[in-house]
């Protein structure tokens, strides 16, 4: 089984202390992107250069590194700190172990970068639309935390009710899950409005659970009912990109997604489809929990999509 990398991102809490979130991951320059936001000035300049060009910072020294983005050796340095590395002697370990893995795959290729330009062929479209999709749902499968959707999906299978939360894109998912427990014969409602979904939380209790779906972590619609639920009791799991995000401090369990954004793609579909990777192994981990609930949900239900097909009639 190839080595799973272990990236450490830390933080300050709100007392002044210090904490660590430890998250598996294959992917230095996904880790990059995630903390890009929150840099500012010249460490920002040095996450902007590596994920300009990632092949080429493997052959440059620290202070050639530093010159290149008209800072320093000790920023660069400093950087990665920032993103939670040790050296910057493990951050060129990182960046060229990413690269071996792209160059086994024809979809993964280092040769094809994240922007798309308005002059590109529609095949060049296909090749980076396609490659960030499958690497996002791969690196969310490298990062899977077990322990996470087994605790998820124990406190799903025995709850007395469950919310799912997402606003946009994220609403979409959260319908769909929605969709799948109820299948399964879970007492689940997926709420994509901020007022509904705040009623429903208030009336929460300790026997149920809320799942808050939101890509960045950080949308306010989302996180204003899941912090409810979870001060009602509940049990709450969240989804998101992003460890440090206020719905993941908000929450007992989080389930970690991944993304691989293009230009014209921000919050990419990519991003959803590594939370639906999720939110499959969750419904299949909660159906084998409850398999006969389950098992009996599906069977009374497996007639209603066979009698609304339409049939074609027979050429004559």
Known sequence: MREEIRSWYSGTTAAGGCYLLCMPSTDVTTLIRTELPRLAGSLRKVGELILEDPAAVTHCSAAELGRRTGTSQATVTRFCRAIGL?????????????RGRGESSEWGSAEIGPDISPDDSLERVVQVVGSAD????????????????????????????????????????????????FRIGCAVRGW???????????????????????????????????????????????????PRSPLAKAADIRLISSSSETSFRTGSIGGRHSVLVLIDCLYVRVAQLSYQRASASLALTDHITPQHAVKSRRSR
């Open 134 to 181: 499958l690497r996002a749902v791969q690196q969310t499968i490298d990062r899977i935390d077990l322990d996470a959707i087994e605790r998820s999906a124990q406190a799903v299978a025995r709850a007395r009710r469950i919310d799912v939360y997402g606003v946009g894109g994220s609403g979409a998912v959260a319908q769909e899950t929605e969709t799948r427990l």
């Open 86 to 98: 040790d050296s910057y002697q493990h951050l060129l370990i990182e960046l060229a172990h990413e």
């Open 192 to 242: 994509t409005e901020v007022h509904a979904a705040t009623t429903s939380a208030a009336l929460l209790t300790p026997a149920d659970v809320a799942i808050g779906i939101s890509h960045s972590g950080a949308t306010r619609e989302t996180i204003e009912p899941f912090e409810l639920a979870k001060e009602r009791g509940a049990t709450t799991v969240a989804l998101t990109s992003d």
